[in-house]
């Protein structure tokens, strides 16, 4: 009987697709975690050289011409998608979807438990009907620097930008070691 041949070869070939798997999505949150940190960092002093040169005021034009233009870069140079989301988001185009939200709430139950928000990532492949994905998350804590606009006292000038700009903003009251949001991170895949 041909029967026991062809399960063996299913049987075997398991643990090597496994295998195969397990090493795509390391090599993948190896990747992500690198296109993570050059995204923040770039970020982060677009909005420092901002603070300096103008102050709050010139950071929120830099969240909101900038950041986009810095996300587009990593995203062309990484080959994966790069973003920034929230459960409380300034930018509608940020807003999370149900894996994200999902990821975010987990982040926020680990922190409650007392893990360090610098630790706090998550890493996984997602298949959906549209497909397979390699996702990876990693909070955003919010520091000195976010404060002074996304803190719970703004400054009226920077208030009225943030309402020219954001209309519909949800991203203030937060406090200092917060999670301000997350870096989010996707490739496509087509492997099994």
């Known amino acids: 009987m041909r029967v026991l041949p062809t399960l063996l070869i299913i049987f075997l070939s398991v643990p090597v ?18 296109a993570i940190k050059e995204f923040a960092s770039t970020l982060k002093n677009a909005l420092m050289e901002a603070m300096k040169d103008g102050g709050p005021v010139e950071s929120i034009a830099v969240c909101n011409l900038v950041a ?13 998608e790069i973003g920034r989301t929230s459960l409380r988001v300034r930018n509608p185009a940020n807003e999370a979807d149900v894996w994200e939200t999902s990821v975010m709430q987990q982040f926020q139950n ?3 438990g007392g893990e360090a928000i610098q630790k706090l ?7 959906t009907e549209l497909g397979s994905s390699r ?3 990693k909070a955003i804590p919010t520091d000195k620097l976010c404060l002074s606009c996304h803190g719970s006292k703004i400054a009226e000038p920077v208030q009225a930008m943030i309402d020219q700009y954001y209309p519909e903003d949800m991203a203030t009251g937060f406090k200092l070691g917060d999670i301000r949001g997350a870096f989010t991170v996707s490739r496509e895949v087509d492997d099994p």
């Open 121 to 127: 990532t998550f890493s996984e492949k997602v298949d």
């Open 17 to 34: 697709n496994l295998q195969a798997n397990n090493d795509a999505q390391q090599q993948f949150e190896q990747q992500a975690a690198v």
């Open 135 to 137: 996702r990876m998350m």
């Open 68 to 80: 986009p233009t810095i996300a587009a870069e990593m995203s062309k140079k990484y080959g994966m």
């Open 110 to 112: 680990r922190l409650n």
